[in-house]
């Protein structure tokens, strides 16, 4: 009888890093302390489309922010502990940057980033974490982001599986939490379609094409991330670019403005 009152409760699943099936715990997406601690208004595909077209649409009321029930407790707090603090500070400082700004950036604009004594790995490492909140848990092992994530100060990672990219977003711009989608891709005498994750909360959004072989060229490759240990302080260069959507009452994954000519 309680194994039954468990499973009827709809925070009972599989956690999206272990695997373990169990009751799962809210993981912030991304974590609270980076500009994600107000309310969220979550709508499924369906909804999105009714809301993009006028029509009344239903939708989750999370008051923790942005983020899915998905993790174990485990899972949750060692990601949390390892990773999160590094992601949360290096947000803010971009979010600090940005703010200074003399002008409001515009569609296409690409800014230049020197950091300093930065984790680089714990950071990327909370973006993976991210990502496999939105991700089925096979293709979470398929990927190695399970061995990535549990080990933790693991740098192996296979390149030729994935490819992961950054660009800025701003607050007045649409928020995508989105799991693997087929997106088409435009090629000068083709169109291919692509398999993606697309994530973004401000100020970061990132892109997890899960077809490598098939580039996205919105935002800049992050996969250098990966190639420090887990104690290394580093001082590297990001070059980001900003992007907005193109229709922010239905912010779908990759749809954004048409790039201006340079």
């Not at 409760?9 to 107000?38: D, R």
């Not at 009321?61 to 407790?73: E, F, H, I, V, W």
Request: with cysteine; net charge neutral.
């Amino acid at each position: 009888m309680k194994n039954n009152n468990l499973k009827k409760n709809n925070h009972y699943g599989v956690c999206h890093i272990c695997g373990k099936t169990g009751m799962l715990t809210f993981e912030h997406i991304p974590p609270k302390k980076a500009y994600n601690w107000e309310r969220a208004k979550i709508y499924n595909g369906y909804e999105a489309l009714s809301k993009s077209q006028g029509e009344p649409a239903r939708y989750s009321n999370s008051q923790q922010g942005m983020g899915k029930y998905s993790l174990c407790q485990s899972c949750n707090n060692n990601t949390g502990t390892w990773y999160a603090q590094a992601y949360c500070d290096f947000a803010m400082d971009v979010i600090k940057s940005l703010h200074k700004g003399d002008q409001p950036l515009k569609h296409g604009d690409i800014i230049n980033y020197r950091f300093k004594d930065c984790p680089a790995l714990q950071i990327v490492k909370q973006v993976i974490a991210m990502f496999c909140s939105l991700l089925p848990y096979h293709e979470v092992k398929r990927l190695g982001f399970d061995r990535l994530l549990l080990e933790q100060k693991s740098n192996t990672v296979d390149k030729e599986l994935f490819d992961l990219r950054m660009y800025l977003t701003s607050v007045e711009n649409g928020q995508v939490m989105c799991g693997p989608t087929a997106v088409l891709i435009k090629k000068p005498n083709s169109i291919e379609a692509s398999w993606v994750s697309d994530l973004s909360v401000y100020p970061f959004g990132f892109i997890l094409n899960l077809t490598p072989e098939i580039p996205v060229n919105y935002g800049g490759s992050i996969m250098d991330m990966f190639d420090v240990d887990y104690d290394d302080k580093c001082e590297f260069e990001l070059t980001l670019q900003y992007l907005e959507r193109s229709n922010n009452a239905l912010p779908l994954p990759l749809m954004f403005k048409e790039l201006p000519n340079k």
